[in-house]
């Protein structure tokens, strides 16, 4: 099997003119695939906005890079490693972690923090899932935290659509001075050097393996983990950096060397020359082996040719090899060979680029039947303690401090928000903070995939502020089944304008991302599940002030009646039905404006967004983090006096948020919202043993804070022990 169909086989043949020898084949094979080239998305991919005041534009690099002031740069790339995860979870997950950090070292910043977005099917019932949650969550801990990197933040859910299948995203920031970037470039006669682990069978076929559905346990195509070693080849680069010792620097991750020297060739407008005789192998290999492996912690570098000792012995100093495997040449080809023996050569700008596909797209019949679908009716009674309860224990909503405790989030002290609350943010050497948040919806997107992947976004947006940085930019990582299905092409495209509209009204640029297709399995196709990660800077980390009974609790934003795809239908009446939430820029931007506002006048002592289960989850989880109760009219919530108490309790209408202020500061609170346009309005105060829920004058939910603290803290690590 060569991995290419049989019209890509005769479009190559007819650009180089002659049929591929089988070396050849097997590297355009690595590159054309899905997972590489993004031939059913790249032309796409162009309607997201791509400029912005802080981007700092390079194409050749894997990572963003955003100037931060002061001379500081931050970085920042999503990756995921699905379907080696569902193989082999904790080698999955490990080395998705080690690939992104070496993105992030590839630009010639340091890595500073980590974040991981992991969904999983449904583990109260399935103890696979269960098996696979566990592997994830230890491979993603032993890796960060042997390199020394904190895992500071993410997300984690679960929907049955996943079942015998994971998507482990994971998200990393670097940060470094701007003069220190390294610049890519290249010259005639520079030397090719291959820095790191030594090349193995793991992973050949790797990036056609993630191009196809998962139906087998192929083993062989998922990586090694070696964390270790790792941790020495980001000083080894470091020290070459400042050294001035590299032009230019690229992470081998999908593809391998095949796919890393025609890309590094292509951007840089050189062809390379590359001697697989001389690269560091750890076993006997066959010359297409060589050139597909995706064995781990290796980099490929250009140096000038004179620097090759010096890279080599900065390299012995760390224990790490250093070979010299090729020459950058005047040609455009890519030239490989073993010792003088030809065994490919092509032009360097056909093999990095695969025919790209528009395929057909469908709106999908389910949508239909989703929009006949009978709303439930209000609970018996009216009473609705037990479900907010149970909500608080949903696997979807309760504390996932039994995942994010095994991994260490404090190393190298920038930590300044720990992971459980609404976003990350890290301390920068330049005064300022950086915030990432990460967020997805797989639930929202699938009853509406266009309004569900603009959520996602605006939620991200809402998390950032909730720490009080402003977003400056967002990477995409776009996760569905097959593109050859036009039902599963049409939720692409309409979530892909979804965010796109949302970025271009809000002036976020998108500055990374990465497109993820074929998540399926025998069992049928994952839910549409895009994840945004938006990047924030502050000037200030919250003073966070200590919260007292009497405080006033705030509702900013407006409530509608959207309870498509809500957790309150799902979980409490296991179904599907209504109106997914949908996005008004105005009143997003009018929101987030005000919560920003009332951090820098120093009025909120807390602020949480709401999400999923609404307002009546934000209220509870405010409670429980503040170990106090609550008395709260929700009717005085902007939008809610004229709807049901269960809609007013658990619809997830974005731009909400639920804040905390000083009794003497509610009015100038309100009063700094109503600047900004937003609808805001005082519902309650803290105190008391329980969380007290009125509508209309009743009482409609109430319950004990202990009892609401232990089910939300103690239930995902009970599910997930079975």
Same mark, same amino acid.
Not at 165 to 175: E, H, K, R, S, T
Not at 224 to 250: M, S, Y
């Given at each position: 099997?060569?991995?290419?169909?049989?019209?890509?086989?005769?479009?190559?043949?007819?650009?180089?003119?002659?049929?591929?020898?089988?070396?050849?084949?097997?590297?355009?094979?690595?590159?054309?695939?899905?997972?590489?080239?993004?031939?059913?998305?790249?032309?796409?991919?162009?309607?997201?906005?791509?400029?912005?005041?802080?981007?700092?534009?390079?194409?050749?690099?894997?990572?963003?890079?955003?100037?931060?002031?002061?001379?500081?740069?931050?970085?920042?790339?999503?990756?995921?490693?699905?379907?080696?995860?569902?193989?082999?979870?904790?080698?999955?997950?490990?080395?998705?972690?080690?690939?992104?950090?070496?993105?992030?070292?590839?630009?010639?910043?340091?890595?500073?923090?980590?974040?991981?977005?992991?969904?999983?099917?449904?583990?109260?019932?399935?103890?696979?899932?269960?098996?696979?949650?566990?592997?994830?969550?230890?491979?993603?801990?032993? !890796?960060?935290?042997?390199?020394?990197?904190?895992?500071?933040?993410?997300?984690?859910?679960?929907?049955?659509? !996943?079942?015998?299948?994971?998507? %482990?995203?994971?998200?990393?920031?670097?940060?470094?001075?701007?003069?220190?970037?390294?610049?890519?470039?290249?010259?005639?006669?520079?030397?090719?050097?291959?820095?790191?682990?030594?090349?193995?069978?793991?992973?050949? @076929?790797?990036?056609?393996?993630?191009?196809?559905?998962?139906?087998?346990?192929?083993?062989?195509? %998922?990586?090694?983990?070696?964390?270790?070693?790792?941790?020495?080849?980001? =000083?080894?680069?470091? =020290?070459?950096?400042?050294?001035?010792?590299?032009?230019?620097?690229?992470?081998?991750?999908?593809?391998?060397?095949?796919?890393?020297?025609?890309?590094?060739?292509?951007?840089?407008?050189?062809?390379?020359?590359?001697?697989?005789?001389?690269?560091?192998?750890?076993?006997?290999?066959?010359?297409?082996?060589?050139?597909?492996?995706?064995?781990?912690?290796?980099?490929?570098?250009?140096?000038?040719? @004179?620097?090759? &000792?010096?890279?080599?012995?900065?390299?012995?100093?760390?224990?790490?090899?250093?070979?010299?495997?090729?020459?950058?040449?005047?040609?455009?080809?890519?030239?490989?060979?073993?010792?003088?023996?030809?065994?490919?050569?092509?032009?360097?700008?056909?093999?990095?680029?695969?025919?790209?596909?528009?395929?057909?797209?469908?709106?999908?019949?389910?949508?239909?039947?989703?929009?006949?679908?009978?709303?439930?009716?209000?609970?018996? @009674?009216?009473?609705?303690?037990?479900?907010?309860?149970?909500?608080?224990?949903?696997?979807?909503? /309760?504390?996932?401090?039994?995942?994010?405790?095994?991994?260490?989030?404090?190393?190298?002290?920038?930590?300044?928000?720990?992971?459980? $609350?609404?976003?990350?943010?890290?301390?920068?050497?330049?005064?300022?903070?950086?915030?990432?948040?990460?967020?997805?919806?797989?639930?929202?997107?699938?009853?509406?995939?266009?309004?569900?992947?603009?959520?996602?976004?605006?939620? &991200?947006?809402?998390?950032? %502020?909730?720490?009080?940085?402003?977003?400056?930019?967002?990477?995409?990582?776009?996760?569905?089944?097959?593109?050859?299905?036009?039902?599963?092409?049409?939720?692409?495209?309409?979530?892909?304008?979804?965010?796109?509209?949302?970025? $271009?009204?809000?002036?976020?640029?998108?500055?990374?991302?990465?497109?993820?297709?074929?998540?399926?399995?025998?069992?049928?196709?994952?839910?549409?599940?895009?994840?945004?990660?938006?990047?924030?800077?502050?000037?200030?980390?919250?003073?966070?002030? /200590?919260?007292?009974?009497?405080?006033?609790?705030?509702?900013?934003?407006?409530?509608?009646?959207?309870?498509?795809?809500?957790?309150?239908?799902?979980? %409490?009446?296991?179904?599907?039905?209504?109106?997914?939430?949908?996005?008004?820029? @105005?009143?997003?931007?009018?929101?987030?404006?005000?919560?920003?506002?009332?951090?820098?006048?120093?009025?909120?002592?807390?602020?949480?967004?709401?999400?999923?289960?609404?307002?009546?989850?934000?209220?509870?989880?405010?409670?429980?983090?503040?170990?106090?109760?609550?008395?709260?009219?929700?009717?005085?919530?902007?939008?809610?006096?004229?709807?049901?108490?269960?809609?007013?309790?658990?619809?997830?209408?974005?731009?909400?948020?639920?804040?905390?202020?000083?009794?003497?500061?509610?009015?100038?609170?309100?009063?700094?919202?109503?600047?900004?346009?937003?609808?805001?309005?005082?519902?309650?105060?803290?105190?008391?043993?329980?969380?007290?829920?009125?509508?209309?004058?009743?009482?409609?939910?109430?319950?004990?804070?202990?009892?609401?603290?232990?089910?939300?803290?103690?239930?995902?690590?009970?599910?997930?022990?079975?």
């Amino acid at each position: 099997m060569t991995g290419l169909t049989q019209t890509e086989m005769e479009a190559l043949s007819g650009r180089i003119g002659r049929r591929p020898n089988p070396v050849e084949t097997s590297i355009v094979a690595a590159e054309w695939s899905e997972h590489c080239s993004y031939k059913s998305s790249k032309k796409h991919l162009a309607m997201l906005p791509r400029t912005g005041a802080h981007l700092v534009d390079d194409s050749s690099y894997d990572s963003a890079v955003l100037d931060v002031g002061g001379g500081y740069v931050i970085t920042v790339h999503i990756e995921s490693h699905n379907h080696p995860s569902a193989v082999e979870p904790f080698g999955g997950a490990a080395t998705g972690v080690g690939g992104v950090i070496r993105d992030i070292l590839s630009t010639g910043t340091r890595p500073i923090a980590l974040l991981d977005g992991l969904r999983f099917g449904d583990i109260r019932s399935d103890s696979h899932a269960r098996w696979l949650l566990r592997g994830a969550v230890s491979g993603i801990a032993h !890796y960060g935290n042997c390199i020394g990197v904190p895992t500071v933040g993410g997300e984690l859910g679960f929907d049955p659509c !996943y079942a015998d299948y994971a998507l %482990v995203d994971v998200a990393a920031i670097g940060f470094g001075l701007k003069t220190r970037l390294i610049q890519n470039h290249a010259e005639p006669g520079d030397a090719v050097v291959l820095i790191g682990g030594s090349t193995g069978r793991d992973g050949i @076929g790797g990036s056609q393996f993630a191009s196809d559905s998962l139906e087998s346990d192929d083993r062989s195509a %998922v990586q090694i983990p070696d964390p270790f070693t790792e941790k020495l080849v980001i =000083e080894a680069i470091l =020290e070459a950096r400042d050294a001035g010792l590299l032009h230019a620097l690229k992470d081998l991750g999908g593809g391998g060397l095949s796919c890393a020297t025609s890309e590094m060739s292509d951007s840089l407008g050189v062809g390379m020359s590359i001697d697989v005789g001389q690269v560091h192998t750890r076993e006997e290999l066959a010359s297409h082996e060589v050139m597909t492996s995706e064995s781990q912690e290796r980099m490929l570098g250009i140096i000038a040719p @004179g620097s090759v &000792a010096d890279m080599q012995e900065i390299c012995a100093k760390y224990g790490i090899a250093c070979s010299r495997i090729g020459t950058v040449t005047e040609s455009s080809d890519l030239h490989v060979h073993d010792s003088g023996a030809d065994l490919a050569r092509m032009p360097v700008g056909i093999v990095a680029n695969a025919p790209l596909l528009d395929l057909p797209r469908t709106r999908p019949a389910y949508l239909e039947e989703l929009a006949r679908a009978r709303v439930p009716d209000a609970l018996p @009674g009216g009473d609705y303690s037990a479900s907010l309860l149970s909500l608080l224990g949903s696997p979807n909503i /309760a504390s996932t401090e039994h995942v994010y405790s095994r991994y260490d989030h404090e190393v190298g002290i920038r930590t300044v928000v720990r992971p459980g $609350r609404d976003a990350a943010l890290l301390r920068l050497d330049n005064a300022k903070y950086v915030s990432l948040a990460i967020d997805g919806n797989p639930a929202h997107c699938y009853v509406d995939p266009r309004a569900g992947a603009a959520g996602c976004f605006e939620e &991200a947006c809402r998390n950032t %502020v909730c720490v009080g940085a402003r977003p400056i930019g967002m990477v995409d990582h776009m996760q569905f089944a097959s593109p050859q299905d036009p039902e599963i092409f049409w939720t692409f495209i309409e979530s892909l304008e979804g965010i796109s509209e949302y970025a $271009r009204a809000m002036e976020i640029p998108c500055v990374g991302g990465k497109v993820s297709f074929y998540n399926e399995t025998p069992s049928g196709p994952i839910k549409p599940t895009p994840v945004i990660g938006v990047i924030g800077l502050a000037d200030s980390a919250p003073k966070n002030p /200590a919260v007292a009974d009497g405080d006033v609790i705030v509702a900013i934003g407006t409530s509608r009646n959207e309870m498509g795809g809500s957790e309150y239908y799902s979980h %409490v009446h296991k179904t599907v039905a209504g109106s997914c939430p949908q996005v008004d820029t @105005g009143s997003s931007r009018a929101c987030l404006d005000a919560v920003l506002a009332l951090h820098d006048g120093g009025l909120a002592k807390r602020v949480h967004d709401c999400s999923k289960g609404g307002l009546g989850v934000a209220l509870a989880k405010m409670c429980i983090w503040e170990g106090r109760g609550c008395d709260v009219a929700l009717d005085g919530a902007p939008g809610c006096a004229d709807m049901g108490a269960d809609v007013a309790l658990y619809s997830e209408s974005h731009s909400r948020f639920v804040a905390v202020l000083g009794a003497p500061d509610a009015q100038q609170a309100l009063d700094i919202a109503a600047k900004s346009g937003a609808a805001c309005a005082v519902i309650g105060r803290f105190g008391g043993s329980s969380i007290g829920i009125n509508y209309r004058g009743r009482s409609v939910a109430s319950v004990g804070l202990q009892d609401a603290s232990d089910t939300w803290h103690t239930s995902l690590e009970r599910t997930a022990h079975g």
